[in-house]
């Protein structure tokens, strides 16, 4: 099967800037989409960027012009830069892994690989 193992995550004051990585491992032969998602207390759970395996990335408007999605096909990592942080960015974080094709013969999870989530907590 796959892991995905997160890292990057901590407090930060508003303005600040934080990066998020996040591993993959396991019998992987590509995956096709990896993002990060994120889930503040009492909401729903919304996208905030993905990346394709030909580096096509998309973010929610809340954060265009301040995040990064960057990836590495070859090491299976996806990083978020995150960059004037707000108190609104505060949430857990979670790294995602979709379109996975595996080098064995097994059943992929629908909905892909989430990793563990990482606390991102933004002070005002």
């Known amino acids: 099967q796959v892991q995905l193992v997160e890292s990057g995550g901590g407090l930060v004051q508003a303005g600040g800037s934080l990066r998020l990585s996040c591993a993959a491992s396991g019998s992987i032969f590509s995956i096709s989409v990896m993002g990060w998602y994120r889930q503040a207390p009492g909401k729903q759970r919304e996208l905030v960027a993905t990346?394709?395996?030909?580096?096509?990335?998309n973010y929610v408007d809340s954060v265009k012009g301040r995040f990064t999605i960057s990836r590495d096909n070859a090491k299976n990592t996806v990083d978020l830069q995150m960059n004037v942080l707000k108190p609104e960015d505060t949430a857990v974080y979670y790294c995602n892994a979709e379109g996975v094709y595996l080098t064995i013969s097994t059943l992929v999870p629908k909905g892909g690989y989430w990793g563990q989530g990482t606390q991102v907590t933004v002070s005002s």
């Open positions: 990346i394709t395996s030909g580096y096509i990335t």
